[in-house]
């Protein structure tokens, strides 16, 4: 062999080794965004169209219409977010995903080109997703089957501001994802979860005075999609306080809470949370939450 061949076929190897490398990341970045949007970001809770059961239905996957709302601000149904690129987001590139999902701003060609997402569309806190894990989503939706599924157009009715939620806003590192609590913190924020579970006043949610304390209502009203028998619920006390949070509940309990929606005392409980996604969360994941939620103080 000469020695312009041999560095040919090293050149080769080393192009091959890139190739299989760089594959084996998007593989591993398709399967962690597989994971979150399954699990606590609950995507197709609101983006995936679901059966008379309340269950996603199969093939449909993040095909829009999911959940359909009617606020006073906003009447409309959660889009297509398939790479279908006549009714999905196909057109898009990564970084227009992006700045949809942690801004709320739509790219400015397409269907409703430079018309902001409606505030339903939670991206104070997904704004938080670190780096990693924000293309570790795009990668899998970009993944996903591509459904052919027209949305109607939504209807805005009024401009309202977005509310930060302040761990979004102080953010996370990779340090954290190692710190059990602080990895709760971050599975809580992208999760949404204190969204629900804050009361509001006057249209804006209590996170300063009374995270945790639950009390917002949820209605079959405002919200269409759920089974027909649902007739709406309001978000409890996930504060550590002993009577009305889950300071007595064992870590089992609230676990079960999670990811089988059923309370300490054995009963059912409603949606809009997201039970049917969470039930894939990993051990490790659910013990940083839970290990996050003790950390609330008691209040009521
Ligand atoms: C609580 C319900 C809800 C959840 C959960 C939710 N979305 Fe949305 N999303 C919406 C609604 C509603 C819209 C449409 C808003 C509008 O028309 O202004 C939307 C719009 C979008 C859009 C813009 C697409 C377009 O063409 O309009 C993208 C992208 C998107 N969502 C991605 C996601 C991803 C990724 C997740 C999970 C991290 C997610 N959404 C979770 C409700 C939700
Ligand atoms: C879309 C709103 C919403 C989101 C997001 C949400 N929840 Fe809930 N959650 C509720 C509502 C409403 C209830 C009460 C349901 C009922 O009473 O039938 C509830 C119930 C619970 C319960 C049971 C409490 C009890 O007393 O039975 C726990 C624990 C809980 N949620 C924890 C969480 C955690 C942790 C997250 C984030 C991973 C989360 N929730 C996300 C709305 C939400």
Known sequence: MNVLSKLGSALLAGVLLQASSASAADAGAVERGRYLVNTILACGNCHTPKAADGQPIAGKELSGGGLSFNAPFFAGSASNITPDKASGIGNWSDDELK?????????????????????MM?????????????????AYLRAVAPVRNVVPLPEYKRQVPRQPYPDAEKGFTEADMRN?????????????CME????????????EQALGTGGKPFGAAMVKGYPADWRGSVSRNITSHPEAGLGRWTDAQIKR???QGISRDGHPLQPPMGFFWYSGLK?????????WLRTLPAAE
């Open 122 to 138: 939670w991206v104070a806190f997904y704004k938080a997703m670190t780096p990693a894990d924000l293309d570790a989503v795009v």
């Open 257 to 259: 809470a999670i990811t």
């Open 99 to 119: 700045r949809a999902i942690t801004q709320g701003a739509r790219p400015d060609h397409g269907r409703l080109a430079g018309v902001p997402l409606a505030p």
């Open 180 to 192: 059990p609590a602080r990895r709760g913190a971050y599975l809580v924020t992208i999760g949404h």
């Open 283 to 291: 051990e490790a994941d659910l013990d940083a939450i839970v290990a």
């Open 196 to 207: 629900c579970h804050t009361p509001a006043k006057e249209g804006k949610t209590l996170y």
